[in-house]
Structure formats: C-alpha cells, structure tokens
C-alpha cells in the first residue's frame, strides 16, 4: 500500500514539473544583465574562462568589443573555449594565457609577462575556482580551495592593482556564492590540517572571497577601481565534478538549476552596468544586491583574513 502511494506521489511531482517546466525555467534563470554597454578599446581579465560562466562571461564581454584575456590551467581547453567565441562572433579579441592559481609561482610568471605585454586593464574578474575536492595542497603547502579561490586570487589582484589603478576608472569582479553563508574563517586551521570537510572548506573560501573584496573595497576608497562580489546562483556546470553525489543531484535537477550562460549574468552586470561606476564593497546576485551572511560583514574578520593573506604569500599590500 505505502508503495503505492509512494509511486503514486513520485508520479504527480513529474507530472507537475513537466507541466510547469517553462514557469521552473524562468524563474531558475533569475536576473538577466539588460545593460548595452560596449567595451571597445577595454581590456578584460578572467580567470577560470575556458568553462562554465567564465566561458560565458568570456562570449558576453568580447561581443561588447572588449579585448579579453582568458587566464586558464588548461591552455589547450582554453583554446577551445576562445575558438568557440571567435566562431559565434570572428571579429573578437579573445586570446588566452596559461595561470594556475595554485602554484604561486605561475601566478608571479602570469603577472610579469601580463605587465610587459598589456598596456591597460579595465576589467578583472576573479571567476576561477575548484568546489569539494579532495584533500590537497597546492604547490606552496595551502589547502586547495582556500589557495586557489581565495589565496591565489588574492596575489594575482595585487600583482595586477597597479595596472588597475592606472586604467581607471576601473573594475574588479570577486566571484563568490551563497555557500560563505556556511561558512566560518578557521583561523587556528586555515588549511585543514586538523580535520577536513570539502563542503566546509569550499564555504569557507567563498566566505574569504566576500572578505577580501568588502577589504579590498575600502583600501581602494578614491582610486576609481570598484571592487564587488557575485553570486552566480546555483550552476548546472562541471564545478561539482569531484562529487558524485552532487553531479548525480545536479543531473537530476537540471530543471531548477541555471545554465552557465544565465549564471555568467551578474558577473556581467558587476563589469558592466553604468548605474553601479561608482559602487563598491557590495554583493550582488541576479543582477540585484544580495544579503551577506554577518560573518562576511565583520571588519575585524576581513582585516585578519587580509593580514594573514600577506604573510602566507610574503607580501606587504597597505
């Protein structure tokens, strides 16, 4: 009999969502960038742009006439992703340079040869990112999300700050999620050495992400650089490839989970939009400010992250 009903009632809900699968869609999609803004004779920076919203963003920016550069581990993936961009539109400047975020020494090798060879940059969008790995460090010792989301960032915007300021007026985009809601800055285990949790250590980078550009926000008060943080929504994309759980979840309810095109849309907002110039330290999420969990709005937890940061990487940055 509870069989029954159970069958019963697992046949309704798909009888429901099939019914109401263009109301789901829409809303799943969430905000859309309406901006017209063109980019021509900017230059952008994305991280992360061979996949996903980065991918995306990457289409979007370059349509505007922007001359973006697509910074990826995978450079041969990467030359796929700017061959697709060129295909939907041949005259974009697209072209693509190898960074791993998680080797600190690429990222000084990035920055070096980006600072010989680029004259501007007007837009920086901190996109790249790894979600619920297993446990591993990178090549300098850090727990991988807290390295590459937060960590590896976090240099790669202060070997590039310089440039920034003297292009200004000009942007950066910090790619974070609803998951810092989650979590927790582990002072005393940074890296997880003690114990570790993947779902934990992913909220905890993406809490790092809301503090260093709330921080960031402020130490760049009168120098006409904006810096902003963005949740994509939940993405039906390969960032959830190191969880079969998650992978088989997001399969399952594709429905209700946006595509990396609706998803890139409030990163393209925050590099784009006229009425936000003059905006910064805020956090946006379909296109519209978002709330901010009280751990991401504590001075005193920026600040320590931002200090702790610098003496990771052996940097000083006032």
């Known amino acids: 009999m509870w069989l029954l009903l159970i069958i019963a009632g697992l046949g309704v809900v798909t009888l429901l969502v099939i019914l109401f699968a263009p109301h789901i869609r829409k809303y799943a999609a969430g905000g859309v960038c309406k901006s017209t803004t063109r980019l021509d004779g900017k230059t ?29 581990r995978d450079v041969e993936k990467g030359e796929e992703a700017a061959a697709s961009v060129r295909a939907a539109n041949p005259n974009a400047q697209v072209e693509v340079r190898e960074l791993d975020l ?8 990035f920055a070096q040869k980006f600072l010989r060879e680029v004259n ?6 901190n996109n790249a990112g790894v979600m619920m790995c297993p446990y591993t460090k990178t090549a300098d010792g850090f727990e ?20 920034l300021k003297r292009s200004a007026p000009a942007r950066i985009v910090v790619v974070s999620s609803l998951a810092h809601n989650f979590g927790w800055i582990r002072f005393h285990d940074l890296h997880s050495q003690g114990s570790y949790n993947s779902g934990l250590a ?8 809301i503090c260093f550009a709330r921080e960031l926000s402020q130490r760049l008060k009168g120098t006409s650089v904006t810096v902003n943080s963005v949740h994509p929504g939940t993405v039906n994309s390969d960032l959830t490839r190191h969880s079969t759980l998650m992978t088989i979840l997001f399969t399952v309810l594709s429905t209700f989970l946006k595509t990396p095109r609706e998803g890139a849309q409030t990163s393209i907002y925050c590099a784009v939009a006229e009425e936000l110039h003059s905006i910064s330290g805020k956090h946006f999420s379909d296109c519209a400010p978002a709330f901010v969990a009280p751990q991401g709005r504590s001075e005193e937890t920026a600040r320590r992250l931002w200090d702790i940061s610098c003496e990771l990487l052996g940097i000083e940055w006032d």
Request: glycine share 10%.
């Open 44 to 72: 952008v920076l994305i991280t992360g742009a061979n996949t996903g919203i980065g991918k995306e963003t990457a289409l979007d920016l370059a349509m505007r006439g922007a001359r973006v550069i697509m910074a990826c």
């Open 102 to 109: 998680a080797d600190t020494c690429s990222i000084r090798a």
């Open 120 to 125: 501007h940059l007007h837009i920086l969008i």
């Open 144 to 163: 991988m999300h807290i390295g590459v989301n937060h960590l590896g960032h976090f240099l790669l915007t202060y070997l590039l700050i310089g440039l």
């Open 202 to 209: 992913y909220c905890q980078s993406k809490l790092a992400n």
